[in-house]
C-alpha cells in the first residue's frame, strides 16, 4: 500500500516562500515509469496541477508557476519538495502530493490527505 504524507507549514506570510515535503512508503520515488506530483486546490476552485518529478529525477511545471517554483527530491528519504517563492494570498489552497502516471502523471492512483496552506500577514 503506497501512502504519501504532506508536511510543511499551515501559514505563510506574503512574499515569503513555502517549502512543502511529501514523505513516500510503500514504494520507491525512483520506481520506474512514474511521476510524483504536487497538485493544489484553492477554496472553492478545481484542483490545479502544479508539477510533477519524475523517477529519474526530471522535473515538470506548469507554465503559470514555473518562474517561482521548484520540486526536488531525496531519495535516501524517499521524499520530494515542493518550493513556491513569493507566495500571495492567491496561493492559499489545500495542497496534495499524489503518484501519477501517464502524461505528465496527471492520472494519479495515490493521494496524499491534503496540508492546508493560507498566505496572510
Known amino acids: 500500500q503506497v501512502q504519501l504524507q504532506e508536511s510543511g507549514p499551515g501559514l505563510v506570510k506574503p512574499s515569503q516562500g513555502l517549502s512543502l515535503t511529501c514523505t513516500v512508503s510503500g514504494a520507491s520515488i525512483t520506481m520506474n515509469d512514474y511521476f510524483w506530483t504536487w497538485i493544489r486546490q484553492p477554496p472553492g476552485k478545481g484542483l490545479e496541477w502544479m508539477g510533477a518529478?519524475?523517477?529519474?529525477?526530471?522535473?515538470y511545471y506548469s507554465p503559470s508557476l514555473k518562474s517561482r517554483t521548484a520540486i526536488s527530491r531525496d531519495t535516501s528519504r524517499n521524499q520530494f519538495t515542493l518550493q513556491l517563492w513569493s507566495v500571495t494570498p492567491e496561493d492559499t489552497a489545500v495542497y496534495y502530493c499524489?503518484?501519477?502516471?501517464?502524461?505528465?502523471?496527471?492520472?494519479?492512483?495515490?493521494w496524499g490527505q491534503g496540508t492546508q496552506v493560507t498566505v496572510s500577514s
Open positions: 518529478i519524475t523517477y529519474t529525477g526530471r522535473t
Open positions: 499524489a503518484k501519477g502516471w501517464g502524461f505528465l502523471g496527471i492520472t494519479v492512483d495515490y
